[in-house]
């Protein structure tokens, strides 16, 4: 009696596993944006892109969602090091929920500053998490005006076309450690992961191709991780949008083409320096071609939406010389929407420098169309027109991998594929993890930047 009920139970309880892994939803990695609305253990909207301003500290978050009894995991955070720092991670949210709970943080000490952000987390406890929930937070700064990818991608280090690191999601079944989404056995996760975009000083013009939704693939598609025919490969600009500066915007509505690599850049595809080139280049013709009264003239004529461009003005006397030290009232007479402004005001007074120009910058707002400003001094008024146009995106940049000033950077020769987590799991099992685990740390950012 006692074994037919052992054998019931035990039947019963296969079946119900057998249920529970059928009707498991795929387990699926993100970047999100905007960690507003998440918390340990639930998740809200996963937000693809957010804008914040220049010097701004902000948090995005790395989710899991559908996971089942993890242990611990590691991935990168790639990221555009000219445009964001890494200034902070807490590890201990998902996987601390549980009371239980040991969690080691095993990423990479912060601030990092070199594009490249090594984050992991072990459950020394070996008490495992199931569900969704926030693996990560991360605290970002601003550093620089452009659009920044989020990512979290398989990195090929020695180019041979096979990736080397990546996520990596370890789950602990029975005392056997288990590769959550390999598919192909490097220990890499191969499922779906959305990735991400911080615009820093600009708004989120180009937003990413949205990532396809977890499922069973369509009778003819390829199967994952191949491209489907005619789609370009990873960074190369689609067909129809060439991007030949790799800046995120397209040559078709790039105003500064030839951005150096690694540079950020507003909407208009201009990073900070070809602006200042633009402005010096239009104030030596203003000097040039200044004749006596007022002479207007701006950097860039075509601007996109959410960018920027800079009015000069010289007023000169009889003879055509500037004179210094004249007041010019810069004013915005027209234009499309309500949010363009002049250094945040809708008219500003400045005084001509020691060569006799006055200068402002114009934020063209979000508006396409055109904006009339004009610059007035001594009773003389010109004005000028500025077209504002939309956005068209390009390929997101992608970010130089080498070495900066993340801390404990040196140098070395990088681990093979895999070799992260599943050595800690081990020490995790057999004990001492801890010791165990920070040596292999060590070792392991001693020797990841020469890779890099």
């Not at 996760?189 to 991400?196: K, L, M, Q, R, V």
């Not at 499309?336 to 402002?360: F, H, Q, Y």
């Not at 390929?395 to 993340?406: D, I, R």
């Amino acid at each position: 009696m006692l074994a037919a009920l052992a054998t019931l139970l035990l039947g019963g309880g296969l079946v119900m596993l057998a249920s529970e892994t059928a009707a498991q939803a795929p387990v699926t990695l993100a970047v999100d944006a905007d960690s507003t609305g998440n918390t340990a253990t639930s998740l809200g909207s996963v937000e693809e892109c957010i804008s914040v301003e220049r010097g701004a500290t902000f948090e995005v978050d790395i989710t899991v969602k559908s996971v089942q009894n993890l242990l611990g995991w590691e991935a990168f955070f790639v990221y555009d090091k000219s445009i964001l720092e890494v200034t902070n991670v807490n590890v201990r949210l998902f996987q601390q929920a549980n009371g239980r709970s040991n969690v080691i943080n095993a990423s990479e000490s912060v601030p990092d500053r070199d594009g490249l952000f090594f984050m992991a987390a072990a459950d020394v406890g070996k008490a495992t998490d199931s569900g969704d929930g926030v693996l990560a937070r991360l605290t970002l700064t601003g550093v620089a005006t452009g659009i920044s990818p989020a990512r979290l991608p398989q990195i090929d280090f020695n180019d041979d076309d096979i990736p080397d690191r990546g996520p990596v999601l370890s789950s602990l079944t029975f005392d056997t450690v288990n590769h959550v989404g390999d598919t192909n056995g490097d220990k890499l996760f191969d499922g779906d992961t959305s990735h991400a975009r911080v615009a820093v000083g600009v708004p989120c013009t180009a937003r990413p191709t949205p990532e396809p939704t977890p499922g069973t693939p369509a009778p003819g598609t390829p199967a994952p991780g191949t491209p489907a025919p005619g789609t370009p490969t990873p960074g190369t600009p689609p067909a129809s949008l060439p991007d030949s500066d790799r800046d995120v915007v397209a040559d078709g509505g790039d105003q500064c083409p030839g951005t150096p690599s690694g540079e950020g850049v507003d909407p208009s595809g201009c990073s900070d320096a070809q602006l200042e080139a633009l402005k010096e280049e239009t104030r030596q013709e203003l000097l040039e071609e200044a004749v006596a009264g007022l002479t207007l003239g701006v950097s860039l004529a075509t601007v996109t939406v959410g960018g920027s461009t800079d009015v000069l003005a010289v007023f000169a006397g009889q003879d055509g010389d500037p004179i210094p030290g004249v007041d010019i009232t810069f004013k915005i007479e027209q234009q499309p929407g309500s949010d363009a402004d002049l250094e945040g005001e809708s008219e500003v007074i400045r005084t001509s420098d020691a060569e006799g120009v006055g200068e402002a910058r114009l934020y063209v707002g979000s508006t396409a169309g055109e904006i009339a400003v004009s610059a007035s001094a001594e009773g003389v008024t010109e004005t000028a027109t500025v077209t504002i146009v939309e956005a068209t995106g390009g390929q997101a940049p992608e970010t130089e991998l080498t070495p900066g000033s993340g801390a404990g950077a040196t140098d070395g020769t990088p681990e093979p594929a895999g070799g992260g987590l599943s050595a800690w799991f081990i020490a995790v099992l057999a004990g001492g993890a801890l010791a165990l685990t920070v040596g292999m740390l060590a070792a392991w950012r001693a020797a990841r930047h020469t890779s890099i």
